[in-house]
């Protein structure tokens, strides 16, 4: 059942990331417009990210990844692989999303001032986990569930902040 949540958390905060992205980017365009401002290089940039997610944040199968969990150990392992990866990769073309976002409101003289990352989502290294999930007989395992939960989590607190400074600098073109 956790592993079943646990994709399908993935999933959800993945397919809400890219109808964000896509809404951001037809946001910007509009701004950009009527403000007479030329973004193209920057929107494309924007665009581009967006074309990445819908291509590599594809959706996982959360029932299947749980079932398989439940009767093959190295379903677990590859579920834990990707859930620590695909977030991890999912963080750093997000940076570089909202600083292109940045800099096209920057450029239409909007003020968006993108909060800094109290905790970066390291890159943890996969192969090390699985061998001291072995070695300590699976009680590495629950501090490995531990990150799992923790990692996303601070990810998540990050976006209240920066969907709530996109939202203020928003509201000022809206005035």
């Not at 993945?14 to 980017?25: A, G, M, T």
């Not at 997610?53 to 594809?58: K, L």
């Not at 531990?146 to 000022?172: G, R, T």
């Amino acid at each position: 059942m956790l592993i079943y949540k646990l994709v399908k958390r993935r999933n959800t905060h993945f397919k809400r990331q890219q109808f964000l992205f896509e809404d951001i980017v037809s946001a910007l365009r509009a701004i950009a417009k009527k403000k007479e401002v030329n973004v193209e290089v920057e929107l494309s940039s924007c665009e581009r990210t967006v074309r990445e997610v819908r291509a590599e944040e594809t959706e996982k199968g959360a029932v299947l990844w749980a079932i398989l969990s439940a009767i093959v150990i190295l379903a677990h392992w590859y579920v834990n692989y990707f859930l620590m990866k695909d977030f991890y990769k999912h963080e750093r073309r997000e940076d570089g999303f909202w600083e292109d976002v940045k800099s096209v409101l920057n450029k239409c003289g909007v003020t968006f001032s993108l909060p800094r990352r109290t905790e970066v989502m390291p890159d943890r290294n996969f192969v090390l986990y699985l061998i001291l999930t072995i070695i300590t007989l699976g009680l590495f395992g629950i501090y490995w569930l531990y990150v799992l939960l923790k990692d996303p989590n601070e990810h998540f607190k990050y976006h209240i902040q920066v969907e709530d400074e996109l939202l203020s600098a928003l509201e000022s073109v809206a005035i």
